[in-house]
């Protein structure tokens, strides 16, 4: 069952195209990751899904609601954590969450268990009576999601979650992600950490240029690049020689030498073990692991988009700083 249906989404600002003629579908249930470098058009896109921004061209619905339509009525089943906080510092994490929650029309007798049940599990109780300003990074954002929870959407969009705390905040937040995932809500998240999307998501967008390149499970991701053969070699003694002697018997190998010194192999083909074996023993070479590499997340990444990931994130540390 589809939660969210965009179908030729397209954001234009004058002459620049932001967001070119994308679609997806986000099942319901599920974690839908949303990865890209900064300025990609990922921002631009939640912004068109949560009603903040009219898209130029395409279609949006949400649990079979038209948003451009309806917008109101979309965005009553929706959770918004944008990646700046919109709660206020002169108010504590009890009563930022009541007034969010009054907000959605909740009543009194409703809302505060619903907030101090929600300060309990984000583990925020003894945080719950200090002004929000006090917080650190890491509380913030998590007072942010409890924000958007409060009046139990249905789906969840999250901006860049886990950018700029610290490690332990990054990973109590990706283990909330899952749990209430677990516990039947539809969560649309944005991301530049690759190995975070290739931890938490049951699907990935890529997305470049305003153009999404590809989409899919992690196995059917890599599955996509997955055409050859490498295999690495861990051995006593590798060097240059070694190396285009290794090529010159195996030319339809490329033969390379990594920074740890291991060697190795890829092939379009399946690269036969026990020839190189023959090859190493007959120059007196010892081996200690022969393994065969298979694709990560980031060499999908690399491969499709053409962006390595270290700029990926380069430039959403720039812009943080900015």
């Known amino acids: 069952m589809e939660m969210v249906r965009v179908t030729n989404l397209k954001k234009k600002y004058g002459d620049f195209t932001a967001v070119d003629d994308i679609s997806f579908d986000i099942r319901k249930d599920e974690i839908f990751g949303f990865l890209g470098p900064n300025g990609a058009g990922k921002t631009s896109t939640i912004n068109m899904i949560i009603g903040l921004s009219r898209p130029t061209a395409g279609d949006i619905t949400v649990d079979g609601i038209d948003v451009r339509k309806q917008t109101k009525k979309a965005q009553a089943i929706m959770g918004i954590v944008a990646d700046e906080s919109n709660l206020y510092n002169e108010m504590d994490g009890f009563d930022n969450l009541c007034f969010c929650a009054a907000l959605y029309g909740m009543k009194k007798e409703e809302r505060e268990p619903k907030a101090r049940k929600l300060l309990e599990e984000f583990k925020l109780t003894d945080a719950g009576k200090r002004p929000f300003k006090a917080y650190s990074k890491g509380m913030r954002r ?31 937040i990706r283990n909330m992600i899952v749990d209430l995932k677990k516990k039947g ?28 390149v590809a989409t899919g499970t992690v ?38 030498i990594r920074s740890d010194r291991s060697l190795v192999m890829e092939s379009d083909n399946r690269i036969s073990l026990l020839p190189v074996m023959e090859f190493f023993r007959d120059k007196g070479i010892r081996v200690y692991e022969a393994q065969e590499l ?11 988009t053409g962006i390595e990931s270290s700029t990926l994130e380069e430039t959403e540390e720039k812009s943080i700083g900015q």
């Open 294 to 304: 298979r694709p990560s997340l980031e060499d999908v990444f690399v491969k499709l």
């Open 219 to 256: 196995p059917e991701l890599m599955e996509s690049i997955a055409h050859g053969h490498t295999i690495r070699f861990i051995t006593d003694e590798i060097n240059e020689d070694i190396a285009d002697e290794v090529q010159f018997c195996f030319k339809e190998s490329k033969v390379s």
């Open 142 to 172: 998590k007072l942010t999601i409890a924000a958007a929870l409060i009046h139990s959407p249905r789906v969840l969009f999250l901006d860049e979650p886990t950018t700029g705390i610290d490690v332990e905040s990054s990973r109590h």
């Open 185 to 212: 809500t539809t969560i649309f998240l944005t991301t530049h950490y690759i190995e975070e999307a290739e931890r938490i998501c049951d699907r990935i967008a890529f997305i470049a240029k305003g153009r999404i």
